[in-house]
């Protein structure tokens, strides 16, 4: 009987294909933004995941930031060479204190270029990412022995550009208007899980970058990483009270610096795609809301056109309860129908967005029959005036209908 009902409520739908369609455009725009908004966002929060997974959990960023409110509006200075010692001294539990000047410039030897990212740093830069150096010497050993802080270590992407097969080690490069001797050449790490090709850069000594590709005096940025066993937020904290020192802010000042961990940014970016998510699905609401008047109204049509089919229905002894049940099934699968192309629509939308960002595609499967369970809600309640109007016709009269 359950499926009889479900046969004719199929044919009623196929009678008037371009109606039907019209009347849940609301569900299934709704179920489609939800379907595809929730599909990015976990595509783009795996993508943080993973590139923490990458980077290691005992990573701290250290940044200037804007000064407190009601100090000059200009952003607030950056840090020294005397700040790198000072983590370095009096902070232990950090294994690397790496500065960082970072700067796109090309990069020329032997007739080629290549514009790519020059980082100005020092060895630890390598220590707190776990790169190795894969021919030549750090800028340690090359200092050691004697050679210039115009030194510069290339990646890999930078090296096969530029020189080939070939060892680079002895060469010199032009970066930017500064000639430089290529001390060293990295290991490959390939692309990020963000699609960054790691490999594109070249590493110079901070003061050779500050003096002759930057010409700033400070510091942009400094990259930490804590020893092994060490927690980042106690770090943290200690990173936190040395810079407050170091920068003379007084008690109860807001810090003009940023101390963030990875733990940090992935929450940021897990509350941003929650707020994201829930404003969508609150647009989403109003769209399945429109969409389940519709569907009323369309039943409510279809039960005026069906009056006569009703009154025989009654008469020739089929109870109320069938004919609600009847029409709650059409209400149903019209509704149902609408969540199946939305979610459809949804997925084909995301698929699209995260191709072209470059991030994973994850599906939600609680999300997708959660759009089932609520078009199927959507058709319940709004079927159910419509469908008891119609079984509580009086037979005589429906049947005198014309």
């Known amino acids: 009987m ?61 940044r200037p930031g804007q000064r407190a409110p009601g100090a000059p509006a200009e952003a607030a200075k950056g840090f020294s ?165 170091r920068r003379n802010i007084q008690p109860g000042r807001a810090n003009d610096f940023e101390v963030n961990d990875m733990t940090e940014i992935a929450n940021a970016v897990t509350g941003t795609k929650s707020h994201l998510t829930g404003m969508l699905t609150a647009v989403a609401a109003v769209s399945l809301l429109v969409g389940g008047i519709g569907i009323m109204n369309i039943m409510l049509v279809s039960v005026t056109e069906r009056t006569r089919e009703i009154g025989l229905r009654l008469t020739v002894g089929a109870l109320e309860r069938q004919v609600l049940l009847q029409f709650m099934v059409e209400a149903v699968v019209l509704s149902l129908l609408g969540g199946v192309l939305g979610v459809l629509i949804g997925l084909g939308v995301a698929y699209a967005v995260v191709q072209y960002l470059a991030v994973p595609f994850v599906i939600a499967p609680w999300m997708i029959l959660g759009a089932f369970v609520f078009s199927a809600l959507i058709g319940i309640i709004f079927g159910f005036f419509p469908a008891r109007r119609a079984a509580r016709m009086n037979p005589i009269e429906a049947l005198r209908h014309e």
């Open 81 to 245: 060479e005397r700040d790198i010692a000072a983590l370095r001294n009096q902070v232990p539990d950090l294994r690397a204190v790496a500065p960082q000047n970072i700067s796109t410039v090309t990069v020329v030897a032997e007739g080629k270029n290549r514009r790519t990212t020059v980082i100005g740093t020092n060895d630890d830069f390598l220590a707190a990412q776990d790169w190795s150096i894969e021919t030549g010497s750090d800028f340690s050993r090359a200092a050691a022995s004697g050679g210039g802080d115009t030194a510069c270590i290339l990646g890999a992407t930078v090296r096969r550009e530029l020189f080939g097969e070939n060892d680079p080690v002895g060469s010199n490069v032009r970066v930017g208007n500064v000639s430089c001797a290529v001390i060293g050449t990295l290991g490959e790490k390939g692309e990020s899980s963000m699609g960054r090709d790691q490999d594109d850069i070249v590493l110079m000594p901070i003061s050779a970058f500050q003096r002759r590709v930057g010409g700033d005096s400070y510091i942009e940025s400094i990259l930490l990483a804590a020893r092994d066993g060490v927690s980042t937020e106690e770090l943290e904290a200690d990173v936190t009270a040395l810079l407050r020192q």
């Open 2 to 62: 359950f499926l009889e009902m479900i046969k004719l409520a199929l044919r009623a739908v196929r009678r008037n294909l371009l109606r039907s369609f019209l009347t849940v455009l609301g569900v299934v725009i709704g179920v489609s933004a939800v379907i595809a908004m929730v599909t990015i966002g976990n595509g783009t929060a795996e993508q943080v995941r993973s590139e923490i997974a990458r980077l290691g959990t005992d990573i701290l960023f250290v």
